[in-house]
């Protein structure tokens, strides 16, 4: 088991570009979430998949974020003309579904940096 | 919504008790967890515990849960240094695809 691992660590970026993150989950996972994270906050959710349905998504994902999980196993969260309001670490995790605890298992993160 | 509060910073020595709490507003959740966060990195879990619990131990963690004033604690015994960091409670939306409701985190400093 090599836990989740998200690409790149670090993103810095001018305003007005887009930018694009991976995260590859652990591999028996079904269900996969991303979370942003403000300097001196907590994680907050953004949105879920289970396999390669997106399920949720919270009011702070904007018109300019995207996310995808093409085939149920890694996942990619796009911003598009990125603000200085966007800058965040991104989180992404992953769990069994159910109703049992299913702890969610956290990457890296990314840290994205908009200039 | 959720709302889940922590207190923002807690210093003890190497070797005491350290007692991080955490307060929140809806009493559905039925799981509820401990993260832990060194700088720069991501969300380490730490333990969880169920709502038809009071406590849980595991190892030098404990968990207390009090529904009633839906408080959840987490103590950790024989504090080290490796123990500063952000920790972080979060409580499960069963109605959201288990989504995580997560307080502000305690930063945790220990003295040698």
């Known amino acids: 088991d090599t836990g989740v691992s998200q690409n790149p660590r670090h993103k810095i970026t001018k305003r007005g570009q887009n930018v694009t993150f991976r995260c590859d989950p652990i591999?028996?996972?079904?269900?996969l979430y991303w979370y942003r994270q403000t300097l001196g906050q907590g994680p907050e959710f953004l949105t879920y998949f289970q396999n390669e349905a997106q399920l949720e998504k919270s009011r702070l994902l904007s018109d300019r974020f995207s996310a995808e999980r093409p085939k149920g196993s890694f996942s990619t969260l796009e911003i598009q003309r990125t603000e200085q309001g966007d800058s965040a670490m991104y989180l992404c995790a992953s769990s069994l579904a159910g109703q049992g605890p299913y702890e969610q298992y956290f990457g890296p993160g990314t840290r994205l940096t908009v200039t | 919504g959720e709302d889940v509060e922590q207190s923002l910073f807690l210093s003890v020595r190497e070797g005491d008790s350290s007692v991080i709490n955490c307060t929140y507003t809806d009493s559905s959740s039925t799981y509820l967890y401990w993260y832990k966060q060194e700088p720069g990195a991501g969300l380490q879990l730490l333990t969880y515990?169920?709502?038809?619990?009071d406590m849980k131990q595991d190892q030098r963690l404990t968990v207390l849960l009090n529904k009633k004033d839906k408080h959840l604690s987490l103590r950790i015994a024989d504090t080290q240094t490796g123990d500063s960091a952000i920790y972080f409670c979060a409580l499960r939306d069963n109605n959201a695809g288990n989504m995580l409701t997560f307080g502000g985190g305690t930063r945790l400093m220990v003295k040698p």
């Open positions: 515990i169920f709502s038809n619990m």
């Open positions: 591999s028996e996972h079904n269900r």
